[in-house]
């Protein structure tokens, strides 16, 4: 068992694989003791250490004494006494905002339970996974919590989360509700999170914990662009293969609140869940509400090992379905080629050539809807364009089959432009506030899948492009943020639940639409990496990492990406050049070698390539056919930062050590350079590998030690390894 209690002690003592996570219950309250390095079975209480800091904060005179303010505590609820941020803050029917949670009892159980109607990590058998329930409950008003702790022993990771039941007579009111929170008894640590914007997503940014709160306050009704739902806490000197780590991330693709702060005592407290201002929720009697899995890591050997394990949980047990496991299509994708102007004729003529060139599908991106030659309308109105193909999806469809390629179509379904069907005949099924205006992103608007009308309109629509199983593929993008936040569906004292129910509605959704299409690879999108979260991968296996495709950029965006994403997550493409985004010349090599993730494909139009380009790309094709498998599911180690140096390098390492693929791209030339070499990791010392492009033979220790030579003079010029054992 992963999780033991030890009656004498009441203690909780959590292993995931070499980390133990330990906690006591003491006068009904749980007391946080341990997060690190793993601890043989053995009483731990003494850890906890009661200074009696009062400064001004009250003591419990008659509840044991505890000043709550000073003490480490696994979940605090708002009004006893610890004024720094709490996990749990209600509003009970007298106005007060009191929750006194106590333990009542716990259990252990094997397996982990799925979290209703949300997307969660989950288990193939119930070895896998030992989870820990411990109910809380304030008598006075009948509010229980129960905590769950999921432990995956063998992946060294635990998830958690919280159900709120109301045994109460009076409804509550929900206003905040966090799903997981670490107390840490000192704050000599570095904080590291996301930031960044559309197209520039997922820089990395580290700095000192300093006293008051680091917060990543995302109300934008999605998750990701501007930060990504994860926070991590590590020791000042930690690296890659070094030093203590600790991260916490958010399943969960809407508003988030993550919060690292640094105490008067100090001390620090970490917290991921629902955003604290975007959310409320009204909690009848008898009901529970779920909140979010979190998703934690510890690991005392650096950030390589930190995001290896997340790597692993997300591509395994987060990710399902039939593209789960296998190499994924290469595919082109309309949209840089085509924009919105294209007809079946122009299609045909990208299908034949895709078909000589060996991609396994053609994506027809926006416009093949409505009546969409540009971005202004027709949302919502999911029948086929008949000016654009006036014998109906199929002529296309028929065509790629019969050369032995699928088609993969995009859709948008959250949205509706006012200049559509749809809107004229359902003007209040977006989101949008009685008498204010509707602020147009992209001239849409987002409709209330809160609304289970809306819900079934969006499955009925889709299903009639999707029921023939001539689509294989569906790209699903999402294009703008949540403004004017409210349902028409819902009452005054509901509409602060609006984003959540719609989060809800999406997840409804996709679980009917990915269960009765198996067979169709779905891919997440919002204006490229805006939902790059976990959320989305339970559906999801695969995302539109960004809308920047140049490859100088998106090294350091897949960089940042990879600190706690899988390379199978992360879609990229060879694009034209110059780059449509950034106007970069960069050499074909480099393109290639950047968008060989785990996920592969082209964003172009092959009729109009050079033929020196052209005649490379069913090379291409076939390397990340050979390779894709490697490159999706084995081992991936950040070798060079794009953000520090001048420029990147990292290699992927096949879980048996017989493959390795390594790309080093220089994105800046300094006169007299230095001797540029890469280094490697994850090899087998003694074994021989031969370079398949050049047959130089090395051995694992020279590779790992040394390195190859890399390129010191043109910019943007790569080089792309494949290191096999002989
Ligand atoms: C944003 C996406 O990220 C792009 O790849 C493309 O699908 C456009 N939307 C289409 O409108």
């Not at 949980?313 to 994924?328: A, E, N, P």
Request: contains cysteine; proline residues 4%; charged residues 25%.
């Amino acid at each position: 068992m992963a999780i033991t209690y030890t009656p004498e002690c009441r203690q909780f003592k959590l292993d995931a694989k070499d980390t133990s996570y330990i906690f006591i219950e003491r006068d009904g309250f749980l007391l946080h003791l341990y997060w690190g390095a793993k601890l043989s079975d053995c009483d731990c209480s003494y850890m906890f250490r009661e200074q009696g800091r009062a400064a001004f904060s009250p003591r419990m005179e008659n509840c044991g004494g505890f000043i709550l303010d000073d003490v480490p505590l696994e979940y605090p609820a708002w009004g006893r006494g610890d004024m720094r941020s709490p996990a749990l803050e209600v509003i009970n029917a007298d106005g007060s905002d009191i929750c006194d949670l106590r333990y009542k009892c716990h259990k252990i159980i094997k397996g982990k339970p799925r979290i209703p109607g949300l997307p969660s990590t989950y288990v193939e058998s119930d070895d896998e996974c030992d989870t820990l329930v411990v109910t809380l409950r304030d008598d006075v008003t009948g509010v229980e919590a129960d905590l769950y702790y999921c432990v995956y022993g063998e992946l060294g990771v635990i998830t958690r989360y919280t159900a709120l039941r109301n045994t109460g007579k009076e409804s509550v009111n929900i206003a905040k509700i966090a799903s997981a929170s670490v107390d840490f008894d000192n704050i000599r640590y570095d904080v590291i999170s996301n930031f960044g914007t559309h197209c520039r997503e997922r820089n990395i940014e580290r700095t000192p914990l300093h006293h008051g709160d680091y917060v990543m306050d995302v109300r934008r009704g999605a998750s990701s662009h501007v930060h990504n739902p994860f926070i991590i806490l590590c020791d000042h000197t930690a690296d890659e293969t070094s030093g203590n780590v600790y991260g916490m991330m958010l399943a969960y693709s809407g508003s988030f609140t993550a919060r690292a702060s640094a105490n008067q005592f100090d001390t620090a407290r970490v917290q991921i869940g629902l955003n604290e201002r975007e959310f409320g929720w009204k909690l009848g009697s008898g009901e529970t509400f779920y909140a979010p899995e979190a998703i934690m890591c510890c690991t005392t050997k650096g950030f390589d090992e930190f995001s290896y394990r997340l790597h692993t949980l997300l591509r395994t047990r987060m990710c399902r379905g039939k593209y789960r496991d296998v190499r994924r299509p290469v595919l082109l994708n309309s949209w840089e080629a085509c924009y919105f102007s294209f007809d079946v004729e122009r299609l045909k003529k990208i299908g034949a050539a895709c078909a000589d060139l060996g991609f396994e599908l053609m994506v027809i991106d926006d416009g093949w809807f409505g009546k969409r030659d540009t971005d202004n309308c027709s949302l919502g109105d999911w029948v086929v364009d008949k000016k654009k193909f006036p014998n109906g999806l199929h002529e296309i469809s028929d065509f790629l089959a019969e050369r032995g390629v699928g088609l993969g179509i995009w859709f948008e379904p959250e949205m509706i432009s006012p200049d559509s069907d749809l809107y004229r005949a359902h003007p209040d099924w977006c989101i949008h506030i009685d008498g204010r205006p509707r602020s147009e992103g992209r001239n849409q608007l987002i409709l209330d899948l809160g609304r289970q009308e809306v819900c079934d309109y969006l499955y009925d629509s889709i299903s009639a492009i999707l029921r023939d199983g001539s689509i294989k593929y569906v790209k699903w993008d999402f294009n703008r943020n949540m403004t004017e936040v409210g349902s028409a569906a819902l009452p005054a004292d509901r509409q602060k639940e609006t984003t959540h129910r719609c989060y809800l509605g999406l997840y409804s959704l996709l679980e009917r639409l990915t269960n009765d299409y198996k067979d169709v690879l779905f891919e997440s999108c919002s204006g490229g990496g805006g939902r790059f979260d976990a959320g989305m991968l339970y559906y999801m296996p695969q995302v539109w990492t960004s809308d920047n495709s140049d490859a100088i950029e998106r090294l350091r965006i897949q960089y940042g990406t990879s600190l706690c994403y899988p390379m199978s997550a992360m879609s990229a493409h060879v694009s034209a050049s110059p780059n449509h985004q950034t106007a970069h010349v960069t050499p074909y090599e480099t393109r290639l070698t950047v968008a060989l993730t785990g996920s592969f494909g082209f964003e172009l139009d092959p009729t109009e390539m050079p033929d020196d380009e052209r005649n490379r790309v069913t090379d291409s094709i076939n390397l990340f056919k050979e390779y894709g498998d490697v490159l999706q599911k084995g081992r991936y180690h950040r070798l060079r930062n794009p953000h520090d140096e001048t420029c990147a390098a990292w290699c992927t390492v096949s879980h048996d050590k017989k493959v390795c693929i390594a790309g080093y791209v220089l994105t800046h030339v300094r006169m007299y350079g230095n001797n540029e070499r890469v280094a490697l990791r994850g090899l087998e010392p003694k074994a021989k590998y031969k370079e398949k492009f050049t047959g130089a033979v090395y051995t694992g220790e020279q590779l790992m030690n040394f390195g190859f030579h890399a390129p010191t003079t043109l910019e943007y010029r790569s080089i792309l390894c494949i290191f096999e054992q002989i």
